[in-house]
Nanobody, 119 residues
Framework: QVQLVESGGGLVQAGGSLRLSCTAS????????MGWYRQAPGKQRDLVAT???????NYVDPVKGRFTISRDNGKNTVYLQMNSLKPEDTAVYYC?????????????WGPGTQVTVSS
């Protein structure tokens, strides 16, 4: 019921910045949670940051102080501003949403966008 499209990934040097965007479309009443996971080669998919309806945000320790998550509810879009990037941030970043529709709660995933940080 929810389709997610990500953009903003790319190749940057260590210390640089990127801004990821993810826009949701489809059939739903509301989106409670929007956020980002990332997965490096050979590793599991790990949570990066989340933002809920009221604007409360959560970050995992490795990105605190460097990444900022925000959302525009009118556009059904979530952003991830990534500053002071490190090589260990290299991963495929996946947008996700927890939405509510006529069939209940649903978790949706975007196709992923590659972020590569060179040293």
């Amino acid at each position: 019921q929810v389709q997610l499209v990500e953009s903003g990934g790319g190749l940057v040097q260590a210390g640089g910045s990127l801004r990821l965007s993810c826009t949701a479309s489809g059939s739903f009443f509301s989106i409670n949670t929007m956020g980002w996971y990332r997965q490096a080669p050979g590793k599991q998919r790990d949570l990066v940051a989340t933002i809920i309806t009221g604007g409360i945000t959560n970050y995992v320790d490795p990105v605190k102080g460097r990444f900022t998550i925000s959302r525009d509810n009118g556009k059904n879009t979530v952003y991830l501003q990534m500053n002071s990037l490190k090589p260990e941030d290299t991963a495929v970043y996946y947008c996700y949403t927890v939405s509510f529709g006529s069939i209940g709660q649903r978790t949706s995933w975007g196709p992923g966008t590659q972020v590569t940080v060179s040293s």
